[in-house]
């Protein structure tokens, strides 16, 4: 839940108390479990109301609007925009229960700390899925590098062997394509596939480069809404979790995109 607070002015900008308000939510779609719960009916003496207000359970964006009856015509509602996520883990590489744990089977000994961006992503990718099944499957990045070890989930050089995935999931899931910009492909392209899948209701796990260009040092995340222009991603480098991308960031750029589906 998320907390939003109005302030009810009059012409001079002097804060009114006792008017009534309403909260409400909406978007363009049905609601779907998207709520607002007033925590009052009108403005307190400092001429504000406040409400918790909850989005949907899926990665849409929501309309949350309060609205003041007693109001001039003019300025009697403000309407303020909230993203919904699908529900997945976050998390996080530096997590002291797995961050010095060796990466994959072959030198160097990489740490999850510090390359694991794509095994937490697909940690978080598994987990949405286990969880939407009602599966008691459930994994994290310490058990999936194990499983993924075990099983070839990485190839020789302890990259993730994208299509093999599926196979650490249950229920089955297909994989779709893994798709990287080219001759062929543009960024425009990779945002339409994205799009086409988080609408309807499936993550994606994306890869940006860190520059230069053509570097080749991939960092991996999980887009699990769209808010904007920007995609909503689990993002494991960082102690929060998740955060807004933009895949046309500087220091970020999309170069890729692993899609699967149930």
Same mark, same amino acid.
């Given at each position: 839940p998320n907390r939003l607070e109005?302030?009810?002015r009059d012409a001079s900008s002097a804060a009114i108390s006792s008017v009534p308000v309403t909260f409400s939510v909406s978007s363009p779609t049905p609601t779907l479990g998207a709520?607002? &719960?007033?925590?009052?009916?009108?403005t307190n003496l400092d001429g504000t109301a406040g409400t918790v207000f909850k989005v949907g359970s899926l990665p849409l964006e929501y309309q949350v609007t309060c609205n003041c009856p007693s109001c001039g015509p003019v300025g009697s509602s403000v309407t303020f925009s909230a993203c919904g996520k699908l529900g997945t883990d976050e998390f996080r590489q530096g997590d002291?229960?797995?961050?010095? &744990? &060796? =990466?994959?089977?072959?030198?160097?000994?990489?740490?999850?700390?510090?390359?694991?961006?794509? =095994?937490?992503?697909v940690a978080n990718l598994i987990n949405f899925y286990n969880t939407a099944s009602s599966s008691p499957i459930r994994t994290?990045?310490?058990? =999936?590098?194990?499983?993924?070890?075990?099983?070839?989930?990485?190839?020789?050089? /302890?990259n993730v062997r994208w299509s093999e995935v599926v196979n650490f999931i249950e229920p089955e899931i297909t994989w779709i394509s893994d798709r990287e910009i080219g001759p062929e492909t543009n960024r425009v392209d990779l945002m339409s596939d994205i /799009?086409?899948?988080?609408?309807?209701?499936?993550?994606?796990?994306?890869?940006?480069?860190?520059?230069?260009?053509?570097s080749g040092n991939y960092h991996f995340m999980l887009v699990v809404g769209r808010c904007g222009g920007q995609y909503i991603v689990a993002d494991p480098a960082l102690s929060t979790g998740r955060r807004l991308y933009d895949p046309n960031e500087i220091n970020l750029p999309l170069r890729g995109i692993h899609r699967y589906a149930p």
């Open positions: 109005v302030l009810v709520r607002a &719960t007033p925590e009052s009916a009108q002291v229960r797995w961050s010095t &744990t &060796t =990466l994959g089977n072959h030198p160097p000994d990489n740490s999850i700390k510090k390359v694991g961006c794509a =095994l937490s992503s994290d990045p310490f058990q =999936l590098n194990e499983d993924m070890m075990e099983h070839g989930g990485y190839n020789d050089a /302890d /799009d086409t899948d988080v609408a309807q209701g499936y993550p994606v796990i994306v890869q940006g480069e860190r520059p230069p260009a053509g």
